[in-house]
């Protein structure tokens, strides 16, 4: 799926994607909300939640490595490197 295609999918449908064939990255609080950034194809994916409810506010997706520099603390690598 293209990252236009994605945009233009409703955020239930978006959440069931990223669910289905996301890659979990890392997590990150920013003022009162909880973060989840997700690897998926060609793209990024930032699942928006206000801290501690499970519902989703919005969906931020991107394609530039610009978007990811406040992730990169964070990403851990684990035995992907062994």
């Not at 449908?13 to 990150?28: D, I, K």
């Not at 950034?37 to 530039?64: K, M, N, P, Q």
């Amino acid at each position: 799926m293209t990252i236009a295609a994605f945009k233009n999918l409703h955020q239930r449908h978006q959440a069931a994607h990223l669910a289905r064939h996301g890659q979990p990255l890392a997590v990150r609080t920013e003022d009162s909300f909880d973060l989840c950034l997700f690897a998926i194809e060609t793209f990024y994916a930032e699942v928006w939640r206000s801290r501690g409810d499970e519902a989703i506010l919005f969906i931020h997706v991107f394609d530039r490595p610009s978007g990811l520099s406040d992730y990169l603390p964070l990403i851990s690598l684990g035995e992907m490197g062994r």
